[in-house]
């Protein structure tokens, strides 16, 4: 008979500076989130430089950067269904051919049906703006014209 040694598998646990930097993190997060609260969050304060403008308008979700996102992931998940659809032509060149149509044709159904709600976000954005610009009176006058 062989003997071989058995060592436990090394565990990983929480030691006493890991549970202080836990409580640390915690305590940082909601001061921070609190003192950005209060210099992004709120409408009534002007910002004059551009970068904590940019910063003011990331924090309130007026700028959204899934629109960006989604099409760039859009444009890679496409040219990865085409350049993996060449596997195969091994195999049929009519499931080539499926996959190369149909796999394009899914995504951008689905991409296109998910960009259908930022768009639509974006125009009920503008026409609140365009809403807040214009007094009710003058809205009044054009409604009855």
Do not use: C, H
């Not at 998940?77 to 499931?95: G, K, Q």
């Not at 998910?114 to 006058?141: C, F, G, Q």
Request: net charge positive; proline share 3%; hydrophobic share 50%.
């Amino acid at each position: 008979m062989y003997y071989y040694e058995q060592t436990p598998a090394p565990t990983t646990t929480f030691t006493n500076g890991s549970i202080i930097w836990t409580i640390v993190s915690v305590v940082l997060a909601v001061i921070g989130g609190i003192v950005l609260y209060y210099m992004f969050f709120k409408p009534e304060k002007e910002v004059q430089n551009k970068y904590l403008l940019w910063l003011k308008e990331f924090f309130s979700f007026k700028k959204m950067l899934i629109e960006d996102m989604l099409k760039i992931i859009y444009t890679i998940l496409a040219l990865f269904i085409t350049l993996w659809s060449f596997t195969f032509i091994t195999v049929n060149f009519f499931s080539f051919l499926a996959f190369l149509i149909i796999g394009n044709i899914v995504i951008r159904v689905v991409f296109e049906s998910i960009l259908l709600n930022v768009m639509i976000w974006k125009n009920t954005n503008d026409i609140n703006k365009k809403m807040k610009s214009t007094p009710m009176k003058e809205t009044k006058k054009k409604v009855e014209e």
